[in-house]
């Protein structure tokens, strides 16, 4: 794979009215008569969970990406303020403000938390105080991803870039040319063991943490149709990782698995989705666009079970946890499903807006943020 200089200005812009397209196309499809949401049946309560603490941040209207370090949690709202929580008890370690709107984060390593606005400053803080903060030439709704003392950053014009996590230094930037439009959401960027892993249109690419080299690359769609809206394939965060083993969702495409040590795909099936996915080491878990809950087994992709039971609720993307996989939803429950079935195990409520992020697990905390900002800690009772 060859890697192209940083594109021009001019390029740059054309991503951002790419990205605005797609939101546009994506409010024009709201119409009033959309599919009505699945009754919700009585909460079973087979499980016993507890809201142990809630918590808040700012209104949250950007894809957040919740991020956790042990038992600290890093969350933010679209006013700037960005907040690092103990999961376990629900009090602030430090609270922060960036100054202007956030545009995407909170990538942290529990030492530094970076985010990015949206007038393209990337922000690094260390332990509540800004450290540094770089303009970038374009727009991010993926969070940054801090590691081995680097930033990285993943833009809506498919740049990867690298900056010195102490003195914000741009280390080295990667360009790759693309489809012309992208999503306005999260997408994929993780470290497996020396390889950074970052999803560019409709495939997997491996590249060398040190330079931004190409290691490898597994497509896990290819463009189709006749215009550029039918032929987006972007690759959706989160993910569903497994040792050396990486599962992610092509936007409307296909759920696939892929091989971070040697590169290769290791199987995709059809799905029709567009938020990412999660799992444990028997099966895969997401929720189509229609609100479908799905298991893949993992070995090779093929179905191991549906549920319709949340179908138009507009689900999250899913979070296993202990023997259940938990959806948020656009009303702010949380639905904790049996891993095995898919049935309904209990159900939890917040404050009664949609759920903003992927649930995550910090230590035995499940920890939800809704879009009113609301942060809630829920554990085993």
């Not at 629900?90 to 030492?111: H, K, N, Y």
């Not at 990867?160 to 914000?168: L, N």
């Not at 091989?259 to 799992?279: E, F, H, K, M, Y």
Request: net charge positive; glycine share 12%.
């Amino acid at each position: 794979m060859n890697f192209k200089p940083n594109q021009p200005l001019a390029l740059a812009a054309r991503s951002l009215l790419a990205t605005l397209l797609i939101a546009g196309l994506a409010a024009c499809s709201s119409t009033p008569d959309k599919p009505k949401p699945a009754e919700l049946a009585p909460n079973a309560a087979l499980i016993g969970v507890r809201l142990a603490w809630s918590a808040h941040v700012g209104p949250v209207a950007f894809p957040l990406q919740a991020h956790v370090n042990g038992n600290t949690v890093a969350v933010a709202g679209s006013d700037g303020g960005v907040a690092a929580i103990d999961a376990v008890t629900g009090r602030d370690l430090w609270r922060a403000s960036v100054g202007s709107p956030i545009a995407a984060g909170v990538g942290s390593d529990g030492r530094l938390a970076a985010v990015v606005t949206t007038a393209n400053d990337l922000v690094v803080l260390a332990s509540g105080k800004e450290l540094w903060r770089q303009r970038l030439p374009a727009q991010v709704y993926t969070a940054p991803l801090v590691a081995g003392a680097r930033v990285f950053v993943l833009a809506a014009d498919r740049s990867v870039s690298a900056f010195d996590g102490q003195t914000g230094r741009r280390l080295w930037n990667q360009q790759r040319p693309g489809e012309p439009l992208v999503l306005r959401q999260a997408g994929v960027m993780l470290a497996v063991g020396d390889t950074l892993v970052v999803g560019l249109s409709g495939r997997l690419v491996g590249m060398n943490p040190l330079n931004g080299s190409s290691r490898w690359e597994a497509p896990l769609a290819s463009p189709r149709g006749t215009n550029d809206v039918e032929r987006l394939v972007d690759l959706v965060g989160g993910v569903a990782r497994q040792g050396d083993e990486v599962c992610a969702r092509a936007f409307q495409a296909n759920v696939g698995c892929v091989n971070a040590a040697r590169g290769n795909l290791v199987w995709t099936q059809p799905a029709s989705g567009s938020v990412g996915i999660d799992g444990d080491d028997r099966f895969v878990f997401g929720a189509e666009s229609d609100g479908k809950v799905m298991a893949w087994r993992r070995t090779d992709g093929e179905r191991a079970w549906t549920s319709d039971r949340l179908k138009y609720r507009g689900l999250t993307a899913p979070l296993a946890v202990g023997r259940s996989v938990a959806f948020g939803d656009s009303t702010g429950f949380v639905h904790l499903l049996s891993r095995e079935d898919g049935t309904l195990l209990t159900r939890l409520s917040t404050d009664g807006t949609a759920i903003a992020a992927q649930p995550v697990l910090a230590d035995k905390t499940l920890v939800v943020v809704t879009r009113g900002g609301g942060v809630f800690g829920y554990t085993p009772e």
